[in-house]
């Protein structure tokens, strides 16, 4: 029989297992627990909720985008009292804002909050909030798939006690492999809740008993060894370059992109308003009035299927247009050849558009990252 990469692999060892785990507590700079999950990041994240939250939580959940208000969700079903901060998706949510809702609910004891979303372009201050939510004393947990890899992320500076990570944004890995590392106050407030998922898939608390408690040395179950391998990969090539030089071309691939959609003009408009709340990770942009960004991007990719484009999902598929330029996108070719794309098509539409221009202002925002708002020079 031939070989095959992804055929015929030996079982994971605990050792492996473990040092795998360990390379991910070192991309969050963390000595908190890291669990690594073996699915998509739903499942850490609602995990996390689940075993955190129960009829006794007041949560503070901040909706800046569709996964705020999954969370919420899930909190509400859990038998929480869910307290909605929703700001409008163009922005960020400040840590003023926070301190308003501890003033006005002082009884908060979780907050939930996304860092950055790749489904509409933000990025929240979580060194600031993190701020707040400690002198509060609320637990803090915080979905960072889309910010790992773009942008710092460090739960033990910030006070998060529930960090969720993916692989498949920024670090450019596989979906199917996520992590979260879990503060000592977390796990405190998981066994204390007799709702928290036990003897289930969804359960954090079976991996600290049967996994860390034991000094890793049984696993539960087979680890999933392709994604286990593909994570691995994945943080050691992180490691190779160095995180920095990793999240700074993200940095530069945001702000190559909003410069160049500002330059290409014919009404493009990125979706978030200060350049300061948009994230590294992807760059939303607001389709001219009268066009379909849905349509749009349909036909940017007819001329070309390479760039990373999207329209926004459900409702706002009719407004925006998504750049997704992370992980192996993260590049100047990348972002070169979505803006043409979308000059081309924004052309077949009567619309007036400078592709050249869109392409300088491009180069220079991608060495000059942080000054996209400067754009029109
Ligand atoms: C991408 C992403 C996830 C993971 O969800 P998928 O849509 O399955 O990739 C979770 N949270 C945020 C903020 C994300 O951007």
Not at 239 to 260: F, K
Not at 359 to 371: E, I, N, Q, Y
């Amino acid at each position: 029989m031939s070989t095959h990469p992804f055929l015929g692999l030996a079982p994971l060892s605990t050792a492996h297992f473990a040092s795998i785990e360990d390379g991910v507590a070192r991309l969050l700079n963390t000595t908190q627990d890291v669990v690594i999950m073996q699915g998509e990041a739903l499942l850490p994240l609602e995990g996390a909720i689940r075993a955190a939250a129960g009829p006794g939580t007041t949560a503070l959940n901040v909706v800046t985008g569709p996964y705020g208000q999954t969370f919420g969700d899930w909190l509400r079903d859990c038998g929480a009292t869910v307290i909605d901060l929703t700001v409008p998706f163009h922005t960020a949510v400040t840590a003023g804002q926070i301190r308003e809702a501890f003033a006005a609910h002082p009884e908060i004891d979780f907050v939930s909050l996304v860092h950055a979303e790749a489904a509409t372009g933000n990025t929240n201050p979580v060194a600031e909030i993190g701020e707040a939510v400690r002198a509060h004393g609320a637990l803090f947990y915080l979905d960072a798939v889309a910010s790992i890899g773009a942008e710092p992320v460090l739960p033990d500076a910030w006070g998060v006690d529930l960090c969720v990570i993916g692989a498949q944004k920024a670090m450019g890995g596989p979906a199917g492999v996520s992590a979260v590392s879990v503060s000592g106050r977390a796990w405190a407030r998981m066994a204390a809740n007799p709702r928290a998922p036990r003897h289930s898939y969804l359960s954090l608390l079976d991996w600290k008993q049967r996994w860390i408690d034991g000094g890793r040395t049984a696993l539960p179950h087979a680890p999933a060894q392709l994604e286990m391998l593909a994570l691995e990969a994945c943080v050691e090539r992180i490691e190779a370059v160095g995180l920095d030089a990793v999240t700074a071309r993200h940095a530069a691939a945001a702000a190559a992109t909003r410069a160049g959609a500002l330059a290409l003009g014919g009404g493009l408009e990125p979706y978030v308003h200060d350049a300061a709340q948009a994230a590294p990770v992807a760059t939303t942009l607001r389709a001219p009035s009268g066009s379909v960004a849905s349509g749009l991007v349909a036909r940017a990719l007819a001329v070309d299927p390479a760039p990373p484009l999207a329209a926004g999902g459900g409702a706002l598929a009719g407004e925006m247009i998504r750049v997704n330029h992370y992980g192996p996108d993260a590049t100047r070719g990348a972002v070169r050849a979505s803006l043409t794309a979308l000059g081309t098509a924004l052309a077949d539409q009567g619309l007036t558009v400078d592709v050249p221009g869109a392409l300088r202002a491009a180069d220079r925002g991608w060495h000059r990252p942080g000054s996209g708002q400067s754009a029109g020079e």
